[in-house]
């Protein structure tokens, strides 16, 4: 089973920055957080990832929380282009091991 | 650099038959993972591959599903006498398999297999 929640549906306005929540409260002490996502008809696409500390790339930031039970991925300015499902996952990020989802956050950006 | 490629894109075939998928992963990815996406839901995990063996086959749902990787890259998925309800999405995965912090997952397109 997957060891997060998600919200089922966000909206978000172009140009906006969308806030994705993710909780994940049963997490450990060596798992990191994951974020992909899956646009219309692809395959998922890797985001971003961290331990503790914020992390920040060209796509997105991502924001965990102190006590690491919940973070929030964040579209600095959302475009419909980034129209998709949202999964957070976590896992041990030093094995090879599978990647298990939930049914994640599906993010309309709207004109 | 290419990415993970899938063939065929989509595949129709009738109760009973025989199929067959075909991942072509980024080339020096030892890692090589499938899993299977049903409309609405997240991706499930099938089977992964270090190499050319299978490091962890306990998704696979039942022996009607067999995958090979028999010289470490290219992977075949393989379903034997189809049912409607393995009717999916089948995406495969590729990763370095070094288990490094930027251990990360890429994905190709998938295969839409409609069974009738």
């Known amino acids: 089973d997957a060891k997060t929640t998600q919200p089922t549906s966000m909206d978000c306005a172009e140009g906006r920055a969308a806030n994705l929540p993710c909780n994940h409260s049963?997490?450990?002490?060596?798992?990191?957080v994951y974020w992909y996502r899956q646009i219309h008809s692809q395959g998922p696409q890797y985001i971003i990832h961290?331990?503790?500390n914020n992390e920040t790339n060209e796509m997105a930031s991502l924001i965990i929380t102190e006590d690491r039970k919940s973070s929030t991925l964040i579209l600095p300015h959302a475009t419909l282009r980034d129209t998709a499902v949202y999964y957070c996952?976590?896992?041990?990020?030093?094995?090879?091991?599978?990647?298990?989802f939930g049914t994640g956050t599906r993010l309309q950006v709207f004109p | 650099g290419a990415g993970v490629s899938q063939t065929p894109s989509n595949k129709v075939t009738e109760k009973g038959k025989y199929v067959e998928l075909r991942c072509d992963p980024i080339?020096?990815?030892?890692?090589l993972y499938w899993y299977r996406q049903s409309l609405g839901q997240g991706p499930e995990f099938l089977i992964y591959?270090?190499?050319?063996?299978?490091a962890d086959d306990s998704g696979l749902p039942n022996d009607r599903f067999f995958a090979v990787r028999p010289e470490g890259s290219v992977s075949t998925l393989k379903i034997q006498r189809t049912e409607r309800g393995d009717s999916a999405v089948y995406l495969c995965?590729?990763?370095w398999g070094q288990g490094g912090d930027q251990e990360t997952q890429y994905f190709g397109p998938g295969t839409r297999l409609l069974v009738l």
């Open positions: 995965a590729s990763s």
């Open positions: 049963t997490i450990s002490g060596n798992e990191y």
């Open positions: 961290g331990l503790k």
């Open positions: 996952i976590v896992r041990v990020v030093r094995n090879t091991d599978k990647l298990i």
């Open positions: 080339s020096g990815h030892t890692a």
């Open positions: 591959f270090q190499g050319t063996g299978a």
